[in-house]
């Protein structure tokens, strides 16, 4: 492991300690562009809004773990659970995400996560089958 | 349609056609890496034998092939997808493609064996 992990655990810090301010201005251009299936945000503005929600939406997080970790000179990839709330309603989110780096920060955040919500609105059936042998 | 887009689809088509050769000539750039949890290959060379080689070995023919998520901007495309292989049985492929002049300059895939991924139904179910 490398410069990539480093980067990594800095990047939890930065989530972990609320700090978006930190985690923008060290971590993302200014120009950075992040890819998910719930959207799409460009810049830092659209990054903190995403941002503030998301720590916002996953309250406590009670426990983190990084399951699969891989990094190039530009490209760090890694799969991750993570377990937040009460006892009473905790939520599991399996967070697979990459990030191609330039210039030492994240130039695209490209998150494959499939949240519930999108579960439930019937996508596997909309998007139908490509092929089938 | 974004460039992304067009992208997939040209993809979409040459492994269809099964035409790696023309796969790797047209849509990846020369200096082209895939980057997974098990390797990183750098170069059309190795992403051609890997594809024409390597993966068959392992996965066996591809049997059917159902995209359930799919975005893209005009230099990023993320998908994922319910593949059916004839040696490893029915696995997600969670891939992205970072895109460079309308090229796969980064194939980035978080694809997992089917023995260590989660199950079909927490994908479904969960997250």
Redesign the interface.
């Given at each position: 492991m490398g410069w990539g992990r480093d980067f990594y655990l800095e990047q939890l810090g930065f989530m972990a300690n609320n700090d978006i301010d930190g985690l923008l201005r060290q971590h993302y251009h200014e120009d950075a562009?992040m890819?998910?299936?719930d959207g799409?945000r460009r810049g830092h503005a659209e990054l903190r809004t995403y941002f503030e929600g998301r720590l916002t939406s996953l309250g406590t997080i009670n426990y983190l773990a990084t399951q699969?970790?891989?990094e190039?000179e530009?490209?760090i990839?890694f799969?991750s659970v993570v377990r937040s709330g009460t006892n009473a309603a905790e939520r599991?989110?399996?967070a697979?995400n990459?990030l191609?780096i330039k210039d030492g920060k994240i130039w695209?955040h490209?998150?494959?996560?499939?949240?519930?919500m999108?579960?439930d609105q019937g996508?596997?059936e909309q998007?139908?089958?490509?092929?089938?042998? | 349609m974004s460039k992304g887009l067009e992208v997939f689809q040209k993809q979409?088509e040459y492994i269809?056609r099964g035409d790696v050769d023309g796969m790797l000539r047209d849509q990846y750039t020369d200096d082209c890496?895939m980057?997974?949890?098990e390797f990183?290959l750098r170069g059309k060379e190795a992403l051609g034998h890997y594809l024409k080689v390597d993966s068959p070995a392992k996965a066996g023919?591809i049997?059917?092939?159902?995209?359930?998520?799919?975005?893209?901007?005009d230099?990023?495309v993320?998908f994922?997808a319910i593949v059916?292989s004839e040696k490893l049985g029915r696995f997600i492929a969670?891939?992205?493609f970072?895109l460079r002049e309308d090229r796969i300059h980064?194939h980035?895939s978080?694809t997992?064996p089917p023995t260590a991924d989660?199950p079909l139904w927490d994908?479904?179910?969960?997250?």
């Open positions: 562009v890819v998910t299936f799409i699969y970790f891989a190039t530009d490209t990839i799969k599991e989110i399996h697979d990459a191609v695209r490209i998150a494959l996560t499939i949240l519930p999108y579960e996508l596997y998007w139908g089958v490509i092929w089938q042998d | 979409m269809q890496e980057v997974t949890f990183v023919q049997r059917g092939f159902k995209t359930v998520h799919l975005d893209a901007t230099d990023c993320i994922v059916e969670r891939d992205a970072y980064r980035i978080l997992l989660r994908l479904e179910l969960t997250s």
